[in-house]
């Protein structure tokens, strides 16, 4: 299937006090049409980043893309203008952020800012308008969406105010949903309620999902296909199940590693990972995982490797051990 | 009330301290606080629970179930409105003076936001020394200087880290930091409020691990507050679990996740995503409806009918009592 989002080669930097902060160091990824892709990595691996690049809603200056381009149904987003860019958001790309409380407006009604994309992108009247809002207030699960309507986002609960945003979020049918944490303010039993709820609007209308979190159990539950990030670059992807059966970077077998199951036996101490992400002002020369990997090799700390096909279908790693000749130095 | 008073580990039995009694009795503590207009937020509400010493308990629950002010009373950060907390047999809301101060080398907190609780203008000697100081036990300058480097090589980082400043450190060093600074004035029981909710995946095992190695080395308590009930059922020895502000159910950390019996602690451990997409695949989650209530005016009889699948009447017009359901298994429910 045709993708409806193509990045390429995407570098991102911030200016900071001390130099360049290289937060996305040559991305590439596709979306289909129809997909849930999981992108999951620490705080400062570049995740976030990468969807704020997508939607363009980073600050320049402090930062700006040096290279690549973000391809959306034909079009490089890179290249629209700020007022072509506004079509985009909002009605073709939806955002979700992760803290509702200071994502929506505290000063406008809930009712308001649903209808708000809804004239400006739909065109419709403010009757039409209301009526829509009203409807995916009740999409959404919030109750007497009459009366929600007219009240400010200080009336709403956390699990509320995420409802609302993902009202806002779909009102214009948007081919892309782009998820920021969307659960992470979230307590666990609210967490499987939006989770669900986002899970049955993509189903339903065929929205393709980017869900960005750090939690890799909504992951398994959520998403066809995850992208692991590490220290700005993509270092594995693969469909779910390939990532938690037969991860192929060590950093990703790390990350399964040093999490405690539920439905494991305890007893046995966490295999922490070791160490700490790379600093960004700096980036290492060779593999970003380097200097935290016990499997390191000579060739990693000055030799980047490439993202190279790997294991199952689908499935690539940013890895010497994959290397052809890594097997002959192993062996 | 008394909850076993001896608990079973992976290591078989472990005894409650020399004298034969839990090293901490909570006895039917409440904590309220007024809200205006005359209303009240019952945040704890009638807790009793015992913690035996070098035990690790942990304490569940989602945002706004009282179990950081529960933790909070418990080291007589805020005076309870009603109830006791016995530490070694003494009532500690009793305590003054002299004796109050010795108490509060016995109990120390790591909290969770290592960047919020550590003082960004202090350098790590002075953070880690501050409670020597105050309790006039630092010594000379030399000895202070010592015990601070002991301190730092206790936890896992360098000497030469001790005239740096917390901006120089990242989440999981200046927890460790934190943890440096709680092990100051040698407590015999820590509360740990979410001390790893704040940090990174990869580093949070750093952190469960180290908290673990010094419960062994040293012979440390522990009342672990988290949400995340994996890291709690990996670090617990029994975990109690909250809901607006009463304890909803209590037990052994494999009986608990293995067998829950509130119908709450079932949908919360059902909550839980694990990484692993087969077994997603395959579960049947019980997701709850509706919104945690509001603690200032909770519901009639059990607080969690609202939500409880299997509310009856019954449930909406009597608290059901918290009651031994198998031997050590705690539940407040009129149908577990």
């Known amino acids: 299937m045709e993708p409806i989002l193509r990045v390429n080669d995407l570098h991102v930097s911030f200016r900071a006090r001390g130099g360049e902060v290289q937060a996305v160091r040559g991305v590439n990824f596709e979306v289909k049409k129809g997909e849930a892709i999981a992108i999951v990595g620490e705080s400062g691996s570049g995740k976030s980043v990468t969807a704020q690049s997508i939607m363009r809603l980073l600050p320049s200056p402090p930062s700006f893309v040096k290279q690549g381009t973000i391809e959306f149904m034909g079009r490089n987003l890179l290249e629209l203008s700020e007022q072509e860019m506004e079509s985009v958001r909002g009605k073709d790309i939806g955002m979700i952020f992760q803290d509702p409380m200071t994502s929506l407006n505290p000063t406008m009604t809930i009712g308001h800012q649903i209808t708000e994309g809804l004239i400006k992108h739909q065109g419709m009247d403010r009757k039409a308008a209301r009526e829509r809002a009203l409807e995916l207030l009740r999409l959404v699960g919030i109750p007497n969406p009459d009366t929600r309507f007219g009240q400010y986002p200080h009336n709403f609960s956390g699990g509320m105010r995420q409802r609302a945003m993902i009202a806002i979020a779909l009102s214009c049918n948007p081919a892309l949903l782009i998820a920021d944490e969307p659960t992470t303010a979230l307590d666990v039993t609210i967490q499987a309620q939006i989770l669900r709820l ?17 939690d890799l159990g909504v992951v398994a539950d959520m998403c066809d296909r995850v992208i692991v990030m590490y220290g700005g670059q993509v270092v594995e992807t693969g469909s779910k199940w390939d990532i938690f059966r037969h991860p192929q970077h060590p950093y990703t077998r790390g990350l399964l590693r040093s999490m405690p199951r539920l439905d494991q036996p305890k007893g046995e101490p966490l295999i922490p990972i070791h160490g700490t992400p790379p ?4 980036p290492p020369q060779g593999c970003a995982f380097c200097a935290r990997c016990e499997e390191a090799m000579e060739v990693c700390v000055d030799h980047d490797p490439e993202l190279a096909p790997v294991g199952g279908e689908g499935q690539t790693a940013k890895c010497w051990l994959h290397h052809p000749f890594a097997k002959e130095v192993q062996a | 009330m008394s909850v076993s008073t001896v608990t079973k580990t992976e290591n078989g039995f472990r005894p409650t301290g020399a004298s034969g009694g839990p090293l901490l009795e909570v006895d039917r503590l409440s904590k309220f606080f007024p809200v205006g207009g005359g209303q009240t937020l019952k945040a704890v509400n009638d807790l009793s629970l015992t913690v035996a010493k070098g ?16 933790g909070r009373t418990i080291m007589r950060l805020y005076e309870p409105t009603a109830g006791e907390t016995r530490f070694e047999g003494r009532n500690i809301y009793k305590l003054k003076g002299a004796e109050l101060k010795k108490l509060r080398r016995e109990m120390a907190m790591i909290f969770q936001d290592p960047y919020a609780s550590l003082n960004p203008r202090f350098n790590i000697t002075d953070i880690i020394a501050e409670p020597l100081d105050i309790h006039g036990i630092a010594g000379s300058s030399k000895e202070r200087k010592r015990k601070v480097e002991e301190l730092l090589e206790l936890v896992g980082l360098r000497p030469e880290h001790a005239n740096r400043y917390p901006h120089e450190f990242s989440g999981g060093q200046r927890q460790r930091i934190g943890i440096a600074r709680a092990l100051a004035v040698r407590p015999k029981f820590i509360v740990c409020d979410e001390p790893i909710s704040a940090l990174d995946v990869s580093i949070q095992a750093q952190v469960v691990n180290l908290l673990q190695e010094l419960q062994k080395s040293l012979g440390l308590t522990y009342l672990f507050i988290a949400h995340d009930l994996s890291m709690v059922k990996h670090i617990s020895d029994r975990v109690a679990v909250m809901y607006l502000g009463k304890m909803v159910e209590l037990a052994e950390s494999s009986e608990l996740y293995a067998n829950p019996k509130h119908p709450y602690t079932q949908a919360l451990l059902s909550a839980i995503p694990i990484p692993d997409p087969q077994i997603e695949a395959q579960k049947e989650r019980i997701v709850l409806s509706g919104d945690l209530p509001s ?31 198998k031997d050590g298994h705690w539940a407040a429910c009129h149908y577990a």
């Open chain 2, 55 to 70: 035990e690790t308990l942990g304490v569940v629950g989602e945002s706004g179930c009282g179990k950081s002010t529960a």
């Open chain 1, 279 to 282: 600093d960004l002002l700096v």
């Open chain 2, 295 to 325: 603690p200032i005016n909770p519901p009639s009889g059990c607080p969690f009918r609202t939500r409880c699948p299997h509310a009856t009447e019954k449930c909406a017009a009597e608290a059901p009592e918290f009651r031994e359901v």
């Open chain 1, 198 to 214: 986002m899970k049955d609007l993509q189903e339903r209308f065929g929205t393709s999902i980017i869900l960005i979190t750090h």
